[in-house]
Structures are given as structure tokens and as C-alpha cells.
């Protein structure tokens, strides 16, 4: 009976169609081009080129506009000396670097610590708010040349000049983030008797991190600026008097490399800060502190 009842449901379907396990779906490869690195890098070699390629096809002077190689040999003579060579690189580089970066630590963490006082006294905040935004108003490149007179042409008045510049940002943006902490959450640890200090170091300073790194990153492009003009006022050695004798010689191949130079040195220190917010902001979401980076 069971052999009967088996062969006659197979007659009665022959059309049956038996399933087949699907395929895996092909993983496509990832595409070089698609990354955004590899975008910029691309990006850069075209202008490169194009800037290469206008300055011979419409014969500009070279003391005008160098082209690309002009500046690529210049960088190649000024990284081929050696490290205390007065003039390559290496030396006026290190003088340079050495005053962001006492510049940029010692005016942002002046200007942090006055922002956390300030932020927690609105008393105070609301007497000095005048005072701050005058001295923020004043140009620290007509008050450089007072501050070379005072200090002389060491390194002392370069960090000032770099300080003053550095201090607003990290202040201002500081105060702000210590304002933007969610009134909730201090209500909620006052209710379960926290200190004052528990809650500044629960809710209000990482509340603020982002505002913070934001003024830190501003700070640090404020650096490189205030260390070239404090150099170009008055200095005995660093990148900014490399610029100037070189455009006394009507090397402008040479001026133009030495801005690379500077721009290679605000990048690294920019993309220090990012990595340390990436670290320090575990908790937000990538693309949230990558706004907050470029407010």
C-alpha cells in the first residue's frame, strides 16, 4: 500500500522542481578610486599638473609664479642640508615648530582653565564679557611689533604673540560647551546628592569635549599663523625670516616651498588633534565629531 501510494504521487507530479541551494551572492571588490584619500591625492596631482602645465604654456616669469618643479627642487635643497645648516630646513623647521608648539599648549590650556572658572561662575562671566570681547577685537598683528619691543627677538615673544592668538578660541568655545550641557542631567545628579565637582566631571566637561576640540583645532591653524608673523616682525632664525630672505633674493620657488612646509606642519598637528578626539570621543558617533571639527 505504501509503495502504491509513493509511486502514484510521483506520477501525479513529474513537473516537481527541486530547490537548489542558492548561490552566495559574488562579493564585488572594493575600487581604489572609490576612496576618498585616494580622491584627494588624485585631486592634488591634477592641480599640481595643471599649475605645472600653465605656467610653461603661458610663459609667466618665474619670480611671479614658479612652476611645480621650481618649488619640488627647492624643498629637495632646503631637506638636503644638514640639521644645523643656517639655511636648509631643518633648523629654521625646528625653531618654528618649537614655537607652536609651546605657543598652542600654553595659550590653550590658559585659555581652557579660564574658561572652566569662568563657566562656573556667572557672576564673573558676565563682568569679564566686555573685557574679552574687546581683546578679541584688537588685531594681534598690529600689537606683534609691541610684543618683539617688550620681549626682543627670542623665542619668548614669538610664544606670547602665538598665545594670544591660540587663548580666544579655546576660551570662547570652551565657555560655550560648559553652557550646552543638558539641563536634565544636572537636575538628575542633583537628586542623587552629587557634588559640585561630580557634577562638572560627569555631565558638564564631557558635555563640552566637542566645543573644546573645536577651539583646539582652531587654535592650532591660530598657531602656525602667529608663528610666522611673530618671525616676519622680528626674529633671529625660524621659517618665517627663511621666507623673508628668500624673497630678497626674488626666490619665489623658495618662498612658495617653505609654505609647503607650513602647511605640512599644520596638517600633522591637525590630524594629531583628530586622532586624540577620536580616542577621547569614543562614545559619539564619527560623524557628529567630524562636524564638530570642522565648525
Known sequence: MTTATLTSDSTAQPDAVVARPEKAPRQRRANPLASTRVQSILLLITLLGSW?????????PRHLVPPVSDIAVALWRGFATGPMAKDGFWYHGGVTLAEILLGFFIGSG???????????????????????????SVPKVAVAPIIVVWLG????????????????PVLVTGIAGFKAVDPDRIDLLRSLSATRWQIFRKAKFPSALPYIFAGLNMAAAFSVVGAVVGEFVGAQAGLGVLILQMEAQADTGGSFAVCVVLSVIGILLTGLLRRVQRRVLHWMPADTSQRTVNV
Open 110 to 136: 590658559i585659555g581652557l582653565a579660564i574658561g572652566i572658572v569662568v563657566s562656573q561662575m556667572p557672576k564673573l562671566e558676565a563682568l569679564l564679557e566686555p573685557y574679552v570681547a574687546a581683546l578679541q
Open 52 to 60: 605645472e602645465a600653465a605656467v610653461r604654456w603661458f610663459k609667466l
Open 153 to 168: 627677538f627670542g623665542i619668548s615673544s614669538k610664544v606670547v604673540i602665538i598665545c594670544l592668538l591660540t587663548f580666544f
